[in-house]
């Protein structure tokens, strides 16, 4: 197994219009492909590229912002590239079901703790998108939710687009969620869900 991490991202840096497909046979090295490096002796993780490695770069190649709406997000990997994102001044916004936010393994009290604003529905319907824009000019989309099951076992898939048309409208969906969850407009009696909300 390919283990240097010098030359780790040369082939696979720059974005292109793609659909990754998931399971994965073997989960990708997070430090190997996005981190300073990968120093396990005996590595469990795989060194070589799959979707998953793709998805850790197209995250943490976002300059600017990361609007990620995700029915739910269990995968502390994809956390912790969110909470560095989220350090290095992109702005990083999340929307997910309200309903998914304290199953086990749920990334996003972590996400509110560390000052990432996440705003859910409140409503019995789910908020079912799996979608992500990337500084407004780069969108995946598709079936895959932020969970190791959905990396590992599910057949699932994410399409990488750069279509300004496509993204547009996705980030306009956003926008519009975003503003329809702001807790300010829910009604008292669900504010106790929101209490350490950061302001945003
Ligand atoms: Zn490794």
Request: charged share 25%.
């Amino acid at each position: 197994m390919c283990c240097d991490n010098a030359v780790r991202n040369n082939d696979q840096k720059q974005f292109v219009e793609e659909v990754l497909f998931f399971p994965d046979a073997q989960i990708a090295c997070k430090e190997f492909f996005v981190g300073d490096g990968c120093r396990r002796l005996n590595c469990r993780f795989t060194h070589e590229h799959n979707s998953l490695s793709r998805l850790y770069t197209f995250l943490a190649d976002a300059k600017q912002s990361l609007d990620v709406c995700v029915f739910v997000i269990c995968c502390a990997d994809l956390g912790d590239l969110l909470v560095t994102a989220h350090k290095n001044n992109v702005r990083v916004r999340v929307i997910c079901d309200d309903e998914q936010i304290d199953i086990t393994g749920s990334q996003i009290w972590r996400l509110r703790k560390e000052g990432i604003p996440v705003r859910t529905d409140n409503s019995s319907y789910l908020m079912h998108h799996k979608f992500v824009v990337i500084d407004g000019t780069h969108l995946l989309t598709g079936s895959f939710n932020w969970t190791r099951q959905a990396i590992s076992g599910n057949q699932e898939n994410l399409v990488a687009l750069r279509n300004m048309r496509i993204v547009s409208q996705f980030s306009s969906e956003f926008e519009k969620l975003w503003k329809e969850f702001d807790p300010k407009r829910y009604n008292e009696s669900s504010l106790h869900r929101y209490e350490d909300l950061p302001v945003s």
